[in-house]
C-alpha cells in the first residue's frame, strides 16, 4: 500500500520561509523510479500545480505564481522530497499536496493535469497571514 505522507506545514506572516516534506513508502519501484510533484488547492479554488522534479532531482518545473521563490528538491535515499518556499504571500495559503504520478513525467503539462499523479498524501495547511 502506498502511503504519502506530507508534514511541516503552517501558519506564518508575509515575507517568512516555509519547507515543506513528503516521504513515500510502499512503492512498487524504487523511489528514484519517479517523478514527484507538488500541489496546492485553496477553498473555492481547482488544484494548482505548484512545481514537480524528476526522479534524479536535476529538472525540475515550477508554476508561473511560484517561480522564484519555491524550490523543489529530493533526497532518494529518504524516499522523501521537498518544498521550500520563501517570500510567502497571503495568496500562497493552501492545502499543500504531494503526489506521485502514474507514468506521467515532470513537465509544465503534468503540472495542469493532477489526474496524471495517482498517490496523494492528505495535504499539509500553509496559511499566510497578511
Known amino acids: 500500500q502506498v502511503k504519502v505522507m506530507e508534514s511541516g ?17 510502499g512503492l512498487t519501484f524504487p523511489f528514484d523510479d519517479y517523478d514527484m510533484g507538488w500541489f496546492r488547492q485553496a477553498p473555492g479554488k481547482e488544484r494548482e500545480g505548484v512545481a514537480c522534479v524528476i526522479w534524479s532531482g536535476n529538472d525540475t518545473e515550477y508554476g508561473d505564481s ?8 529530493r ?23 504531494c503526489a506521485v504520478p502514474h507514468g506521467a ?20 495547511q500553509v496559511t499566510v497571514s497578511a
Not at 75 to 97: F, G, I
Not at 107 to 122: E, T, V
Open 66 to 73: 511560484v517561480k522564484g521563490r519555491f524550490t523543489i528538491s
Open 105 to 124: 513525467v515532470c513537465s509544465i503539462q503534468a503540472l495542469s493535469s493532477p489526474n496524471d499523479f495517482g498517490h496523494w498524501g492528505q495535504g499539509t
Open 75 to 97: 533526497d532518494n535515499a529518504k524516499n522523501t522530497v521537498y518544498l521550500q518556499m520563501n517570500s510567502l504571500r497571503p495568496e500562497d495559503t493552501a492545502m499543500y499536496y
Open 9 to 25: 506545514g503552517g501558519l506564518v506572516q508575509t515575507g517568512e520561509s516555509l519547507r515543506l516534506s513528503c516521504t513515500v513508502s
